[in-house]
């Protein structure tokens, strides 16, 4: 954002935009809250959206469009073939990423189903910063394994390290002189990371990581759903990136790389996706399943309304006035809820504010799922909608044993341009009032556990009368406020 001082010395993340369509929104009292959490058996994806106040669930699909998005999808060329909507953004792409090649595809893990498909074979290894729930999935699929070479640093939950996204470098070697060059399907880079709290990667470590893998003869694949906060980070955390535009850093980064895909939802505020690649050859034994998986070249499954706004969209991403909205929103939150001695993920990432259940709530067994059980507590006391990202989230052994999560986190996202400050102040006070009162907050049972993504549908049930306690508490502290 613009930096503006304010007189009286307070830092504000100023937006640079302003509304000009709104969504009402409803916040039922908390009475109702508690009725309707037991409704959805305490797991925030079965709420119906009518009933949440501030839903910050995640970023996907739900970031705001600007006037000129909105305006471009009016003249849309809607043609199955040689659409020149479909032009515009193959030549968009070509202009921010220098990459000659481009696949439209209908979102992001589409992208990861054909890279799948044409670079991994049984027993071949995909190493990686991180994975993604969707990456993991269609690799393993195909018969590959992933193999996690994130930093040790960088799951570290509290820590100052500005880029704890970045690969290490010595387990990337280990890994290759492991396993043989030619058994790597590709390295993967996510920049930035989703599941370790939107935790950005260096321009320095890409370097260094696409050297090793030019050295033998390796593809890196990078996932750029997340690019935007990305960008942002380089641009203020990395001293070889702050004489450079926005544009100048995001090619420097695409120049490192073999193939581009990223999810629309996302990176360029719309719907769909897309693969950008530098190799014709390559090109050319992806394109194939195109219109089988997606639908015909030139459309890919994306309306062609989204691709016009995602054109736009990805135009807008190398402006920094847009782009530094969300992660200075988070770091607003993060900064505020640790001066409240609430425990969150730092330093602040992209994405979304990470509350840390296992220090929030540590009285609480993690077979009990903490950060279920304070996903649903926030839900009680704000009607605000976090996503569990713990143990809930996890799969159990064949033989029902629970495997515990390394973290338990509530993510909070912050779609891009969607709230306003007043309403993260919001989150901010209920988060803190829920703090002081975390004696309250006691844990969850599953009384209905589906074998597969039990956190999508899995239902649970408090283990006591606590949550009646928490908002006989919340009455008696503020009144009859909602
Ligand atoms: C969301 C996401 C995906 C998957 O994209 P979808 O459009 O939801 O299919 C892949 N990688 C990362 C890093 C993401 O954040």
């Known amino acids: 954002m613009a930096n503006v001082a304010f007189y009286g010395g307070e830092t504000v993340p100023l937006e640079m935009h302003k509304v000009r369509i709104v969504q009402k929104l409803s916040l039922p009292p908390v009475e109702r809250r508690l009725e309707v959490i037991n409704q959805a058996g305490n797991n ?5 959206n009518a009933d949440v106040f501030l839903d910050m669930l995640t ?19 809607d043609s199955y073939a040689g659409s020149a909507t479909y032009t515009r953004l193959e030549s968009k792409l070509r202009e921010l990423f220098g990459m000659e090649w481009f696949l439209p595809t209908h979102q992001g893990r589409a992208c990861e189903h054909i ?5 991994v074979t049984p027993g071949t290894v995909v190493p990686m910063n991180y994975h993604f729930t969707t990456t993991k999935a269609h690799i393993t699929l195909c018969g590959g394994t992933v193999e996690e070479l994130v930093t040790d640093a960088g799951l570290a939950v509290t820590s100052t390290l500005p880029f704890k996204g970045d690969m290490d470098i010595g387990k990337l070697t280990a890994v290759i002189a492991k396993h043989g060059a030619d058994k790597i399907a590709f390295v993967r880079v996510e920049s930035g990371t989703n599941l370790i709290g939107g935790q950005p990667v260096s321009l320095k470590n890409l370097a260094e990581v696409s050297a090793v893998c030019r050295e033998h003869g390796i593809v890196l694949v990078m996932d750029a759903s997340l690019l935007a906060d990305n960008l942002y980070f380089n641009k203020t955390r990395e001293d070889a990136c702050k004489g450079m535009t926005i544009r100048e850093i995001t090619r420097a980064i695409a120049d490192l790389c073999d193939v581009i895909y990223f999810s629309a939802r996302k990176l360029g505020c719309a719907r769909g996706g897309g693969i950008c690649i530098r190799d014709r050859a390559l090109y050319e034994r992806m394109r194939g399943f195109v219109p089988l998986y997606e639908g015909f070249l030139t459309y890919g499954g994306m309306s062609v309304r989204e691709m016009e706004a995602l054109t736009v ?13 969300g992660p200075q929103f988070i770091a607003y939150m993060v900064d505020e809820l640790s001066k409240r001695g609430v425990p969150v993920i730092t330093p602040a990432g992209g994405l979304g504010c990470h509350v840390d259940a296992k220090r929030f709530v540590d009285h609480i067994p993690q077979s009990q799922y903490p950060a279920g059980a304070l996903a649903a507590a926030l839900y009680i006391a704000g009607g605000i909608r976090g996503m569990e990202r713990g143990t809930l989230s996890e799969q159990r052994e064949p033989d029902g044993r629970e495997v515990f999560a390394n973290m338990e986190l509530v993510r909070l996202a912050v779609p891009r341009r969607v709230f306003t400050l007043s309403q993260i102040k919001y989150a901010i006070d209920r988060l803190a009032w829920l703090h002081e009162n975390r004696a309250l907050i006691e844990g969850l049972i599953f009384y209905d556990e589906p074998e597969i993504l039990r956190f999508f549908y899995g239902r649970l049930k408090p283990v006591s009368d606590w949550q009646e306690r928490l908002v006989a508490k919340f009455r008696a502290d503020l009144g009859d406020s909602l």
């Open 44 to 48: 925030t994806f079965l709420l119906q």
């Open 59 to 77: 970023d996907s699909g739900v970031n705001a469009m600007s006037d000129q998005q909105q305006a471009a999808m009016l003249v849309a060329d």
């Open 115 to 119: 890279l799948a498909k044409v670079l």
């Open 313 to 325: 969209g990805l135009d807008e991403t190398m402006d920094e006035d847009m782009i530094n909205q």
